[in-house]
């Protein structure tokens, strides 16, 4: 009788291997690689395993950022409201807000960070930047830091490695070159650049769709003086009053009835 082999899936547009994206989730997330980071993390999400980046996230917090005492209990929050926002219609199941997801990618990513940068509104643009992105068809080679000893490939790499060395496999596993490229040490946000997604969003949305988009006017705050400023910008970009889609009526047995929020589908 031969022995089970579990078959790792194959992430889909990307073709990650399973194990080595949850490996570069957590490495992007040490070395700073913010847009990788919420890439890889949608692409998971995507793909049906959502449970699993939210533990790998909570496994970030306790390994990455053990000296942030509100780290895990962030990535518990994000994580308990994205289970709450889950809902089914017409016998699908629909997606919360990705922009919940990013966030907690973004503040993991900027342990360190004294202050964050850009408008309030940075890891929706960020969601949202990654959204047009991946219909657009880019992608991403699998980086090399990522096959490290938790993987399939990696593993393999490292044992023929201690066996043409005549080393034991964990001299080789536990070399201090190995950790640093694998991403164990990790890079602090206050040693980096931070990038502005939300400046990021624009200038895609303005270079690709000819949005025409001002930086200065999206970056600076609300300030509509009066009603009538606000009724007129309502009324240049808004459904007007009354304006409704018809729902449709849930057939008789569906998803719907005897449903509590405790049956959502693929609970995290």
Known sequence: MSAYRWKEPVLQPS??????????LQKAVRFGEEFFAAW??????????????WRRLAVIACEDLFPDPMA??????????????RRVENKRPIMPPLNILVAAVLRLCRYGSPVSVGPRRESDDLAWLIQLRRKEGTSFPMPRYARDGHTK???????????????DYY???????????????????????????????????????????SLETYLRPTDLD???????LEAKYLPPEGYAVAEPKPEEG?????????????EA
């Open 72 to 85: 895990l209990v962030y990535v518990n929050a994000a994580r308990e409201s994205w289970i709450s926002m």
């Open 153 to 167: 490939n990696g593993k393999a790499w490292l044992q023929a490695q201690a066996k043409a060395q005549g080393v």
């Open 171 to 213: 001299h080789v596993l536990y070399n201090q070159q190995f950790y640093e490229l694998c991403g164990r040490t990790c890079r602090p946000a206050s040693d980096r650049k931070l990038p502005n997604w939300s400046i990021a969003l624009i200038q895609h949305l303005n270079d690709h769709y000819g949005a025409g988009v």
């Open 40 to 53: 890889v993390a949608v692409e998971l999400v995507h793909n049906g395993f959502d449970a699993a980046v």
């Open 226 to 232: 009066t009603e009538e400023e606000r009724r007129a």
């Open 254 to 266: 569906s998803l719907f009835e005897g449903k509590g929020e405790d049956d959502a589908p693929n």
């Open 15 to 24: 073709q990650f291997p399973y194990g080595e994206s949850v490996s570069a």
